[in-house]
Structures are given as structure tokens and as C-alpha cells.
């Protein structure tokens, strides 16, 4: 059973300049035109943003180690990083980048790292992490579905039966799929039994990659909840009903009110997180899969909210309350739905074994 660490947390003068860089930074680049204007390619990304935001920022490299062209930090400046995405829903390849990065870091051989990790950290690469497929005869076969990114992809890190493998670009046929978030689009790989190189450890891969992304997806729904209830509190003190703005109405108080509460629980939860996973803790598992669940299902709270409150205009295209509600979809989908995260955490209580004593 996990122990839960007791810990108080604030940022850094060095953390908080980052969060205030970051998120400067997405205020003027992450724009809703440039969003919408990646979402109308076939790969759904903003090049030139991703260039800045890893060569100019390194956010790319944030946390991997100085020796492969990475800064050195951790998954707190990290999650800093990606809530500050999450709040503009940046059409980045970030996620997928560092799903596949920590998995290198973690389980790949010295020549896998010094080969593919400078490159991933400075941008030149774009790297993505899915499972599927199998490994036989050190060949990697089947269809690999849901993989974020991969349109743009240079690298596949693949956790398949029987390895984790490295594929290339040129090793796949990559097919863009038709998905509900546009900002964060998936493909289909068809390996056709290509050889597989694969990495030194795949269990420690895909171990450091699944933890990594859980804490990096709950930043980017913590981030995007955040921006729907400031959206939302703006618009409620604009729009007028019956002579008064609809803010001044207790009913959309208590809404506004509610989706504060749910953000605020689950920016603890998210910040013990990735404070966790940097300081090793015991709960570092517990904590991860504690603050997927909690800020994936605020998230979607807050977008369903967003809309209802924004009333006729929310339900628009031209209104960007639709791009919010379906990263928070794909939120709480990839790498595990709030339900499973619950299950494992139940697990990791003792709670399952005593449900199954006292069914029987």
C-alpha cells in the first residue's frame, strides 16, 4: 500500500519565472487563429509555434538531462509547462514528444539516447508514444491505432507484445485519422513486419513514459478548466439578461463557484503529482493516477459548463468553447479514462480486496 507524503508546495523564483515566461508566451503565439489554422491541415500542427516554443524556449528538452541538450528540470516544471499549453489548447506535438523522450531516457540503450535524445530536446525531431502491434522474430507487426501526432512524427516509440520498439519514419506507413480534437490529432501506423529495434529496457520505458504523460495530461486539463471558467466569468459579466449581467445571478454564481472548487482540487492534485514523481515518494504512483482522474473529469465539467452558461453562442464553431470541450474529451481518454485511474488507485489501497471480503 502507498503511503500519502505530506508536503507543503510553492513555487520557485526560478519556477514561477517560467510559468510567467510560458504562459506570456502562449498568450501571444497560441493564438485562436493559429489554432484554427492548424486544425485545417492534415497533421494539425503549428509548425512555426513548435519551433519557437522548442528552439527558442526549449520546452522540447525542459526535462530531459543537459548531457542529451535538455535543461535539467523536472515533471514540476514540466506540468508548469503544460497547463500554460492546455490553457490556449496549443496545436503542439508536446505531449507526444515527451511520451517518447522519457520513454528513451528511461529504457533506451546509450546509443538509442546520444542518437535520438539532442535531437528530440532542440525540436529537430518530433517523437510519439502508443502501444500496440506485436514483436515476433525481432519484427514488429500489426496496426498500431491512436497514435498523438503522428502525422509529424520522426520517431515511434511503440510498446508492443513481447518489446518496446524504435521505428522510424521511413519504417511505417503513417495514416492521419479523422479525430474529434483537432489540436491533437492521431494516425495509424501499418508496420508491415518491419525489423524492430528495440529498446535496452522496455518495462522501465514504458513505466517512466505512462507516468510522465498521466502528470503532463492532467496539467493540460488543469490548464484548459482554468481557462474555461475564466472565460466564462468574463462572458458572465458582459452578457446582459432582463436589465442585469447573467454574473449577478446566484444560479450562475453557484455554477462559476462550483467550477472553482473542482479547479482548485485538482491543481493540488496536480502539482502533488509531479512534486511526487521529482522527489521519487513513496506515492508518486498514487499520486499520478490520482491527479489524471481528478483533472480529466474537471476538465470535461468545466467545458460541458462553459458551454451551458455561454448559453446559444457556445454551441457555435465560431466560439472557441468547442475547442475546449473536445481536448477535454481526448483528455480523458488518452493513456487511461478517470474510471480506470479509480480502479488502480482502489487497487493500491488494499480497497478492491476488501470489496471482493465483503462480497464474499
Not at 214 to 219: G, H, P
Not at 315 to 330: G, M, N, P, V
Request: charged residues 20%.
Amino acid at each position: 500500500m502507498g503511503q500519502l507524503t505530506a508536503m507543503r508546495f510553492s513555487f520557485s523564483d526560478e519556477q514561477a519565472m517560467i510559468a510567467e515566461t510560458v504562459r506570456s508566451f502562449f498568450a501571444d503565439q497560441a493564438t485562436s487563429e493559429r489554432t484554427r489554422a492548424a486544425m485545417e491541415t492534415a497533421n494539425g500542427h503549428d509548425a512555426e509555434l513548435w519551433r519557437a516554443a522548442s528552439q527558442e524556449l526549449g520546452l522540447a528538452g525542459l526535462a530531459l538531462p543537459e548531457a542529451h541538450g535538455g535543461s535539467g528540470l523536472g515533471q514540476v516544471e514540466s506540468a508548469i509547462v503544460a497547463e500554460a499549453a492546455g490553457y490556449r489548447v496549443a496545436a503542439l506535438p508536446l505531449l507526444a514528444t515527451a511520451l517518447a523522450a522519457q520513454a528513451l531516457l528511461a529504457g533506451g540503450t546509450d546509443e538509442q539516447r546520444d542518437h535520438w535524445l539532442p535531437r528530440l530536446a532542440s525540436g529537430e525531431a518530433i517523437g510519439s508514444f502508443a502501444q500496440g502491434g506485436r514483436i515476433d522474430g525481432g519484427r514488429l507487426h500489426g496496426r498500431i491505432d491512436h497514435v498523438p501526432h503522428g502525422a509529424v512524427a520522426d520517431l515511434f516509440v511503440i510498446a508492443a507484445d513481447g518489446g518496446v520498439a524504435l521505428l522510424s519514419r521511413e519504417a511505417a506507413v503513417v495514416t492521419p485519422c479523422t479525430t474529434m480534437d483537432q489540436t491533437r490529432p492521431y494516425a495509424r501506423i501499418e508496420t508491415g513486419g518491419v525489423e524492430a529495434e528495440l529498446l535496452g529496457d522496455g518495462p522501465a520505458a514504458i513505466e517512466a513514459a505512462t507516468r510522465a504523460g498521466w502528470v503532463a495530461i492532467a496539467a493540460d486539463a488543469l490548464g484548459g478548466a482554468q481557462a474555461c471558467l475564466d472565460r466564462t466569468v468574463d462572458y458572465a459579466k458582459e452578457r446582459v439578461q432582463f436589465g442585469r449581467a447573467i454574473g449577478s445571478f446566484q444560479a450562475i454564481k453557484h455554477r462559476l463557484a462550483d467550477m472553482m472548487v473542482e479547479i482548485e482540487q485538482a491543481r493540488s492534485a496536480v502539482y502533488w503529482a509531479a512534486c511526487a514523481a521529482d522527489e521519487d515518494a513513496p506515492d508518486a504512483l498514487m499520486a499520478a493516477h490520482c491527479a489524471k482522474a481528478l483533472a480529466a473529469d474537471t476538465y470535461r465539467f468545466c467545458a460541458g459548463n462553459m458551454i451551458q452558461l455561454h448559453g446559444g453562442i457556445g454551441f457555435t464553431w465560431e466560439h472557441d468553447a468547442h475547442l475546449y470541450f473536445k481536448r477535454a474529451q481526448s483528455d480523458a481518454t488518452l493513456l487511461g479514462t478517470p474510471d480506470w485511474h479509480r480502479e488502480c488507485i482502489a487497487t493500491l489501497i488494499g480497497l478492491d480486496a476488501v470489496c471482493l471480503e465483503g462480497a464474499a
